[in-house]
């Protein structure tokens, strides 16, 4: 469809017509909520080519057919929520930018803004609220009464319907995501001021029950996290268009939030990669930092998120010291307690396997439930076991259910020591994981322990594994004694690696990078075997320079 009288040929259509009020009083909005996040320019460019490019996919936008986008697709929905605007805007003008989006959101009425149907899930509505409201003069700058006309009502209907159903939004960001876009609804046009006090108390208990005392979600996803900061980011800025001061709860919420985030960035700006996630896009993360209208340390110590940091003079360690994010509130769970990540100055070192994230579907099938197990985690694993199980169906099954954390500071060292119950059930034996960072950031020792625990008893020795996953472009050489490592990297200065209690080998690993591409790297691997009486294995990294 050209944009030259695109939308006066959709003005004409009957259901077009039938989306338009007759005689009652002109919805407007009362403000243009400002998204002080900017988008990437690169994929706007590319949206004005009308090519729309995720995850490996491609879709022509000229050629776009709105009904058979499925919603419940990771691109369906990233479509249907119209996010993409904030590429689009980075990259043009209004003028030009509206010529395109006037275009899809005419396109989109049509197919579905007459029925309520997928594209009306209440968490995919609370987006395309927020993105709509926020990017108002990109798609209501034409003076076609029909259309600007058709758009307001069906935004009107859509927050009528989001307050209806927002409840039923799967729990944890989906549920949030939907109150947040209510609410911002409510703020900005004119029918739905009345509402406001009901979408503010749904926003409350949706956060309540989803996002832990420190800012952290229970999910336990930093992808998932990082949206969340948005969310509350884009709520802000219209609090801020329809002059009404921000309620200090979402304040709070939205710094703990940041706060979280922050505490699971590594040297690099780039996430570390827990809960099927990858590092993400530094310069998407950057932006949000900068623009979401929020200011925060990053959490050191957390009480739920469980993600513990250690950083001294540009070393940089974070932890998984929790069990896994139950069920319900875990789109993705992985194996991963008592894992670690970490980086020197902006260069990573050990890392995760991570994964596809929120963008499903772009590794070959069958690697990413591979990616979510204890193996694929810089940790140790039993007898090539889960920690944690991962069900057939997906979902996690018995595992870590008791996780128990001491944490001390002083002159020399941060010190963080974490067990769990994992391997109990199965080997009666506890996992024991004590770290230090010296406070020069240049040595980290490591002491993993099993120790014998309940009535189990394993009747021959099992193997055990540790792993070291590199970060992609990091070299290891093995020293002569089997002992050691001499690693090196692009970015940062060589680091010996020694351990103890065990035989140490090479082997090949693989990384997800944050475009979800695989990549392949290298893994550090501590082999041995234990009794039921159980073990210690010690190691140490430590920077030449």
């Known amino acids: 469809m050209s944009d030259k009288g695109a939308l006066q ?123 709509w409201l926020a990017y108002a003069p990109y798609i209501l700058s034409r003076r076609d009464a029909d259309y600007r006309s058709a758009l307001l009502n069906t935004l009107a209907r859509g927050t009528r319907h989001v307050l209806a159903e927002a409840d039923r939004a799967p729990p944890g960001l989906p549920r949030i995501t939907a109150w947040a876009g209510l609410t911002a609804g409510c703020l900005l046009l004119s029918s739905g ?37 948005d969310r509350l980011g884009l709520l802000r800025a219209a609090y801020a268009a329809a002059r009404h001061d921000f309620p200090q709860g979402l304040e709070d919420a ?12 590594m040297g690099d700006g780039t996430l570390s990669s827990w809960q099927g996630g990858n590092e993400g896009s530094r310069a998407a993360l950057a932006a949000l930092v900068e623009g979401c209208g929020f200011r925060a340390r990053p959490l050191r110590s957390p009480r739920g998120w469980g993600y513990h940091r250690l950083s001294a003079l540009g070393t940089v360690i974070v932890v998984d010291a929790a069990a896994p994010p139950s069920r319900q ?38 690697l990413a439930p591979a990616l979510r197990t204890t193996a694929a985690h810089s940790t140790l694993s039993l ?18 259910a008791e996780v128990v954390v001491a944490r001390s500071e002083d002159n020399d060292a941060s010190r963080l020591e974490v067990s769990h119950d994992g391997y109990v059930r199965g080997f009666g034996l506890v996992h024991d994981r004590a770290l230090s ?51 090196r990297s692009p970015g940062a200065p060589p680091w010996n690696f020694r351990c103890r209690g065990a035989q140490l080998g090479l082997e090949e690993s693989v990384a997800v990078d944050g475009t979800g591409a695989l ?23 430590r920077r030449s320079s």
């Open 519 to 541: 990549r392949s790297t290298l893994q550090l691997v501590l082999v041995g075997e234990v009794s039921h009486l159980g073990g210690e294995i010690g190691w140490q990294f």
């Open 254 to 265: 939205g710094a703990a939030a940041l706060a979280a985030l922050h505490g699971v960035t």
């Open 193 to 229: 001021t009345a509402k406001l006090a009901r979408a503010e108390s749904g926003l409350s208990r949706a956060l309540a029950s989803a996002q832990y005392d420190d800012g952290g979600l229970m999910s336990r996803s930093p992808a998932e996290q990082a949206l969340l900061v």
């Open 329 to 366: 509130l875990a789109r993705i769970g992985s194996a991963s307690t008592l894992a670690f990540e970490m980086s020197d100055g902006q260069q990573k070192l050990v890392v995760n396997c991570g994964g596809p994230g929120l963008a499903l579907g772009t590794l070959p099938e069958g």
């Open 9 to 131: 040929r959709l003005a004409a259509v009957p259901l077009l017509q039938r989306l338009v009020s007759h005689g009652k009083p002109p919805l407007r909005l009362i403000g243009v909520a400002r998204d002080h996040v900017v988008g990437s320019k690169a994929r706007g460019a590319q949206l004005l080519a009308y090519q729309y490019l995720h995850g490996g996919e491609a879709i022509v936008l000229t050629e776009l057919d709105w009904t058979t986008v499925d919603p419940a697709t990771p691109l369906g929905a990233e479509l249907h929520t119209f996010s993409w605007l904030r590429d689009l805007a980075a990259a043009t003008t209004r003028e030009k930018g509206a010529a395109l989006a006037e275009d899809l959101v005419g396109r989109w009425l049509l197919a579905h803004g007459g029925k309520v149907d997928a594209a009306w899930a209440p968490a995919l509505w609370g987006e395309r609220l927020l993105f």
């Open 437 to 487: 960072l010296g406070n020069d950031g240049k040595e980290i020792r490591g002491l993993d322990r099993l120790i014998a625990k309940g009535r189990r008893k394993i009747r021959e020795d099992v193997p055990f594994a540790i792993r070291f996953h590199l970060a992609p472009g990091v070299e290891a050489d093995p020293t002569a004694d089997g002992m050691g490592a001499l690693i």
């Open 383 to 400: 007898a090539d076991t889960n920690s944690t199980a991962i069900l057939p169906d997906g979902s996690l099954g018995k595992g870590v």
